[in-house]
């Protein structure tokens, strides 16, 4: 295997890991303020930077141990959904403060394989947000597994509501 090849996984920036996510909005002033309420997030302030035309090109929330990078989308760009997983302590919390942020539930929390509940929601944005939990009912699990016995059974909620949602995915309307 060639070393160089491989990603860098030490030595990185405090909050950075190997594969980290940057999110293009319109209106990342007001993201970032969404982020910081929604995530207790921190923004890291001495990386805002400005673009000539006033917007903004880079910014940097901190949420849990991961960075979310964020800049405003020009004129010319295409809208651009993100779609992000969060780990947090309590799903039901969590959506309840990205509702009274504007959002709206796409799937409401429901036990999830692994010992995890799972929501979702879309953002003011319209970037598409998966919350997991560790589910009150067994203990979550670091193993990962492609459990498919679910597809020989009606569609749940967590399949059904995914579906819906990606088919909608448009832009915001201004």
Do not use: C
Request: aromatic fraction near 10%; charge should be negative; hydrophobic fraction near 40%.
């Amino acid at each position: 295997m060639d070393d160089q090849r491989q990603p860098l996984t030490e030595n990185l920036p405090a909050h950075n890991h190997t594969v980290n996510t940057f999110i293009v909005v319109d209106g990342a002033a007001d993201f970032i303020d969404f982020l910081v309420d929604v995530f207790d997030g921190q923004e890291h302030a001495a990386v805002r930077t400005p673009d000539r035309d006033g917007t903004l090109i880079h910014a940097e929330v901190v949420v849990g141990d991961s960075t979310i990078m964020i800049g405003d989308r020009k004129p010319d760009w295409p809208f651009t959904p993100a779609l992000t997983q969060v780990y947090v302590h309590d799903v039901d919390e969590v959506l309840e403060r990205a509702e009274r942020a504007g959002s709206t539930t796409v799937t409401p929390r429901s036990e999830f394989y692994g010992g995890y509940d799972l929501a979702r929601f879309l953002d003011p944005w319209h970037n598409l947000w998966w919350l997991y939990a560790p589910s009150d009912v067994g203990e979550p699990t670091t193993e990962m597994t492609a459990e498919t016995d679910w597809h020989d059974a009606e569609p749940s909620v967590v399949y059904t509501t995914l579906m819906r949602a990606m088919a909608d995915l448009a832009p915001p309307r201004g």
